[in-house]
């Protein structure tokens, strides 16, 4: 009741008790506990409503789950793609809402090993533009950092933060307005990492407040997917003999990390 009290209450009596047993055990030298296995492992299994499950792609996915379950299949997963799609041509969030060409990713839609998120895709087709797109040497230089490490864009899941080409620097509501897109997105692709090119595609998974996560070769969380920060490639490229030396080293430290990552997870 309020004002009462709350001293003799059963719960609190309990706790009492509790913080007393271990402050004893702490004075006389005990520092860890057993556990039984199984509790443990009860604890720290992920929760299904946490995780999307990995599923096969369509060409070898399997029955629906018995019993009228609702199961995640790859017919689940193009229904609500193309409802991602629809949202994005109706979307007139920002000013470049009535822009032709929305950018959904290319590859693998379905458990890839790596989704790799770009910044924006400026238009035009001036060199930084270009290599905004991961076209011409950008795309070149992106190219030999991934088969540095065994991969290949074909393989990887690869999309724009921004879904709309943009004329300059994005403008903070078209990168909330398109973050809400792209989470969905890489939440129905599910990809065992996701790697990030440059601030704004960190800005864009993690929010504003991703300067922490948005710093090269820190590994943040999507859900349950890992991510990680990568220079974008276009930096490199402008960046100057001096610069560029230290910020490819840090890429490849980036690097290293996500194939080791990638070879311990299944």
């Known amino acids: 009741m309020p004002g009462s009290d709350p001293s003799g209450h059963p719960f609190v009596r309990a706790l009492d008790d509790v913080i007393a047993a271990y402050s004893l055990m702490r004075e006389c030298g005990v520092k860890t506990l057993p556990v039984d296995p199984g509790a443990w492992a009860a604890f720290a299994a ?6 999307m499950p990995r599923v096969p792609p369509p060409a ?4 629906p789950a018995p019993g009228g379950a609702p199961a995640d299949t790859p017919a689940d997963r193009d229904a609500a793609m193309g409802l991602l799609r629809d949202d994005l041509r109706a979307c007139r969030a920002c000013a470049y809402g009535a822009a032709e060409g929305r950018l959904l990713g290319q590859g693998p839609a379905y458990n890839p090993d790596v989704a790799l998120v ?3 895709a400026l238009e035009g087709g001036d060199p930084v533009a270009v290599g905004s797109r991961l076209e011409g040497e950008a795309g070149a230089l992106l190219d030999r950092m991934l088969a540095a490490i065994g991969l290949a864009r074909p393989a990887l899941y690869v999309t724009h933060a921004l879904k709309c080409p943009v004329s300059g620097r994005p403008p903070a509501e078209a990168l909330r307005a398109c973050s809400a897109h792209l989470r969905r997105e890489l939440a129905l692709v599910n990809p065992r990492a996701i790697v990030l090119l440059g601030p704004v595609a960190a800005r864009a998974v993690h929010g504003s407040g991703a300067s922490a996560i948005g710093t090269v070769g820190q590994w943040g969380l999507l859900g349950r997917i890992p991510t990680i920060a990568l220079h974008h490639p276009m930096r490199l490229l402008l960046a100057g003999d001096a610069l560029s030396v230290n910020l490819k080293r840090e890429n490849w430290a980036a690097l290293q990390a996500l194939r080791d990552r990638l070879r311990r997870t299944p």
């Open 46 to 51: 992920p929760s299904p409503a946490q995780a």
């Open 118 to 120: 770009n910044g924006a």
């Open 60 to 63: 070898q996915a399997e029955r």
